[in-house]
């Protein structure tokens, strides 16, 4: 078995008397797309939040690609090659589909701080941003403002503006929200494809979704990863079906 | 250093901060119940201070001049609040300065149109006058303790008004959750313009107060909005507490830091230098004092992180 | 509709023909009025860069502004009295010569910015705007109360200071001077905007969030912002200085910095060129208004409430008719 890419190990985090995470411990392999669920307010975006940046466990550890991350900023992490993926939108709105994706490329190059030469001429930033765009098939709308894609063609332009980053992880938080039947089908494809780029942690509420891609799952409740497993051990797993399905009637 | 001395200082140091408070509360409250910074803050100190002048030169009365900074600040913000301000709720920060901004501009021009350009003065009345005999033999003016009294009633007032009150429970309701208490059915744009004349008030009362020691003229209300929005990054927005706190911290700092440092720098440096050197710097100490404040505890000393 | 373009080709046209235009008529005080709008322009485009491609709302860029100011202010009056600066440890004497003051205002100003910056910085929202007007008032209080360089009656230059191979002294070689400033400086933000630098900028004021996770600094990238921010401001108060042959602490008062967002907003928040409009529509109303009306003031607050409540985008986003001002 492969090393993991992403290390969670032993993360604390309490908000007064409330354990937002207690004791989680996961981890992301190569190749694979593991998806994270549990029912609301059971810690899934505290949990992330320590993944990506933004908020310090107040014990435990985050290890990527084998460096300790726990006290690095989300830019320093997102340098390192962890891209990431939001529940709503966060998108320049004003930008063009390109200018976004050049802004991914601007940031991951470290060219932040040229200040001479046009960002929208320079042939790395540009191919890098147009190749993502390829991939998830924005190529014909390079000139779009944002604000006036549809709502499945701002979740592939965010899928994009992680791209440019070269990631080595993605972190993808709930990508199916909003999404017709026909685009998460078509972005069902897509993530299956795109994880033998790059390994997908995958927050998801679509269990049609998860079941369809996970290679592995984990479920946490209360601050807590009851089970991990693969689909079939999830779905039989009988901590899970009190825990889980006794809240929410989706089986 | 004179004993006596330095408790007077204490004394007016308490007096300038209770000033900051009248003006940082109504601006803490504004900000905390509706999210609007209102630069115009100071044009309603301004308006307290000329309706009180006008009024005590008309009547004779102290008393009626106060009521009138009161009740014309009060008007004149639940006009504003009704025709401007209830349009930059949802606007960002910047639509919400500028336009306040302007308002300065049109209330000082006007208040210079009405007034003219000469200062007026409002004094203090006979049975304020004087000195009053402390504890310990320290001689005080009547006047600003009597200002000090009436900064520590209506902070004990604010905190029941929001503590206690109906009125109170909607406006700590209207900073947690705008939409829920519209859904609840309570008229949210009153409660708005009420909150807003009440801040205005606060703000002509201290106006009128503090117009009776200075000159009252166009122009007084803005370095004391700026005095309160040092208080109120000190004190933490949207925390009354925290401007109270902020609000004597300042000016205690500030009244002490005149009256000490060109002492202290005097320790050690001939006299002259040392006044300049040490005035110069008490004109910086309360931006310090926040610099500080800033570095270790960027939401004030109450906000909420 | 105008393209954006041809406004700025036009706006600049307006900014040779008018002097030019004076000059033929020999009417002297035009082209002061003229000079002052470019500066004014200048001190606006250096807020715009932390204000509209920035989304910092700065109240105390007076502070720049003043800096710029005083740093021509003290070396021209120790030129002017042939007295050194400071005599250890090392000596610096003071100069008469424009570059030289530019330079030191320049780098004066980006210092205090820099130091103001990272204090603001920490903050943000309503907090950023308070910071920023509180620390532009501590330096106009400490100039009132510090009286080596006139405390509150400010300094006067008696002789316009030195360029090489120019009459200074001659309203439109002193215009000539500004105009060139002002678009040089166009051109270096016109390409800072256009730059990774830019695009990053101004993709970090859209959705602070999105550039994080793109692995950009974000507070590095809005301090270094602010302080070009600042040193422009700062380049336009020592023009602005040399302007009047005067500086008093006037030029660090909040009302400065109320003016140059003025600037700003009349002209179009975030368009290069909406601070040199706006600068001339400044100076254009308080010449008409001010002719008009003593308290022209009350016309300027009106008009300003006006833009905001009702026309956004300022006079070039209605000309233009274009949303978005960041492509220049």
């Not at chain 3, 921010?229 to 910095?257: C, E, H, K, Y």
């Not at chain 3, 002719?291 to 009350?298: A, C, K, P, T």
Request: with cysteine; aromatic share 8%.
């Amino acid at each position: 078995m492969r090393d993991s890419i992403l290390q969670v190990r032993d993360i604390h985090k309490s908000f007064g008397a409330l354990k937002a995470s207690d004791g989680i411990t996961l981890d992301l392999k190569p190749g694979e797309i593991h998806a994270l669920i549990g029912p609301n307010g059971a810690g899934k975006s505290t949990l992330i939040k320590q993944i990506a940046g933004g908020l310090k466990p107040d014990s435990g550890s985050v290890t990527f690609e084998g460096h300790e991350i726990t006290g690095l900023s989300t830019a320093q992490r997102a340098r390192l090659g962890l891209g990431r993926t939001f529940q709503i939108s966060a998108l320049p709105m004003g930008y063009t589909v390109l200018e976004n994706a050049v802004l991914g490329a601007v940031g991951q190059s470290g060219s932040v701080f040229r200040f001479f030469k046009p960002a929208m001429k320079d042939p790395v930033l540009l191919g890098r941003a147009r190749d993502a765009l390829q991939r998830v098939g924005l190529d014909g709308l390079e000139d779009t403002i944002t604000a006036e894609l549809s709502h499945g063609q701002r979740r592939q332009l965010e899928v994009a503006v992680a791209l440019t980053l070269a990631p080595k992880a993605f972190l993808m938080d709930e990508p199916m929200a909003g999404m017709g039947a026909e685009g998460s089908k078509e972005l069902t494809g897509f993530l299956r494809a795109l994880k033998t780029q790059a390994p997908i942690l995958l927050v998801e509420h679509d269990m049609d979704a998860v079941f369809a891609l996970a290679d592995r799952i984990s479920v946490l409740v209360y601050g807590k990863i009851i089970a991990t497993g693969s689909v079939d051990d999830i779905r039989t797993n009988k901590d899970v079906r009190e825990a889980y399905l006794g809240e929410e009637d989706t089986a | 250093m004179d004993l006596l001395l330095l408790i007077e200082q204490i004394l007016n140091g308490l007096q300038f901060g209770v000033m900051l408070f009248l003006m940082a509360a109504g601006l803490t409250l504004i900000f905390g119940v509706m999210g609007l910074i209102n630069l115009a803050h100071g044009s309603l100190f301004m308006i307290g201070a000329f309706a009180a002048a006008a009024v005590a030169g008309w009547t004779g009365s102290f008393l009626l001049a106060l009521i009138a900074s009161l009740a014309a600040a009060a008007m004149v913000g639940a006009l504003v609040e009704i025709t401007v301000i209830r349009r930059l709720y949802d606007r960002e920060h910047l639509d919400q300065v500028l336009a306040t901004f302007a308002l300065i501009l049109i209330f000082s021009e006007g208040t210079r149109w009405i007034f003219g350009s000469f200062p007026l003065f409002l004094d203090i009345p006979a049975w304020l006058k004087g000195t009053i005999s402390l504890p310990g033999g320290i001689q005080y003016s009547l006047y600003r303790l009597t200002i000090i009294g009436i900064g520590l009633v209506v902070a004990v007032g604010l905190f029941l008004l929001i503590s206690k009150t109906r009125v109170g429970m909607r406006i700590r309701a209207g900073e947690n959750d705008r939409e829920m208490i519209g859904a609840l059915g309570v008229d949210i744009s009153a409660l708005y313009t009420l909150v807003f004349a009440l801040g205005a008030a606060l703000a002509g009362l201290s106006g009128a107060l503090v117009g009776a020691i200075q000159s009252v003229e166009v122009g007084m209300g803005e370095p004391v909005l700026i005095l309160a929005f040092v208080v109120i990054v000190i004190g933490g927005i949207g925390s009354i507490k925290g401007a109270l706190a902020g609000a004597i911290l300042v000016g205690l700092t500030d009244t002490l830091g005149r009256t000490l440092l060109p002492v202290i720098f005097g320790a050690f440096m001939e006299p002259s230098a040392a006044t300049t050197v040490g005035s110069a710097l008490a004109s910086m100490l309360i931006y310090i004092l926040m610099a500080g404040v800033l570095i270790f505890r960027p939401t004030g000393l109450f906000g909420r992180a | 509709m105008m393209r954006e373009r041809h406004l700025n080709m036009i706006i600049l046209a307006l900014l040779v023909l008018v002097p030019a235009y004076a000059l033929w008529a020999d009417e002297p005080f035009t082209i002061t009025l003229a000079t002052r709008a470019v500066i004014f322009a200048l001190a606006g485009v250096g807020l715009n860069l932390a204000l509209g491609q920035g989304g910092l709302v700065s109240f105390g860029h007076a502070a720049y502004f003043g800096m710029g100011g005083y740093a021509m202010g003290i070396l021209a009056s120790h030129a002017q009295s042939y007295t050194p600066i400071m005599e250890s440890p090392f000596l610096i004497e003071g100069t008469n010569s424009m570059p030289v003051i530019w330079l030191v205002a320049i780098i004066t100003s980006a210092l205090l910015a820099l130091l103001i910056g990272a204090l603001s910085l920490r903050t943000s929202g309503v907090y950023f705007i308070m910071v920023t007007l509180a620390f532009g008032q501590m330096f106009y209080y400490f100039t009132i109360s510090w009286p080596a360089y006139g405390g509150e009656d400010g300094l006067s230059i008696y002789v316009r200071n030195q360029f090489p191979g120019l009459n200074t002294l001659d309203p439109i070689q002193f215009y000539g001077i500004c105009f060139v400033i002002l678009c040089l400086v166009l051109f270096l933000v016109n390409r800072l905007n256009k730059s990774p630098f830019g695009l990053a900028l101004m993709g970090a004021h859209q959705n602070e969030e999105r550039a994080v996770t793109v692995g950009i600094n974000v507070n590095r990238l809005r301090l270094v912002a602010f302080v070009i921010s600042g040193a422009i401001t700062g380049l336009a108060g020592a023009l602005f200085a040399d302007l009047n042959r005067f500086v008093s602490p006037t030029m660090f008062s909040w009302q400065i910095s109320g003016e140059i967002m003025i600037f700003i907003i009349l002209g179009g928040v975030a368009r290069l060129f909406g601070p040199v409009v706006g600068a001339a529509l400044f100076i254009l109303l308080e010449h008409v208004l001010g002719g008009l009306s003593e308290y022209w003031f009350v016309y300027l607050g009106a008009i300003l409430l006006f833009v905001v409540l009702f026309a956004k985008g300022g006079i070039i986003g209605q000309l233009s008719k274009k949303e978005s001002g960041h492509e220049g």
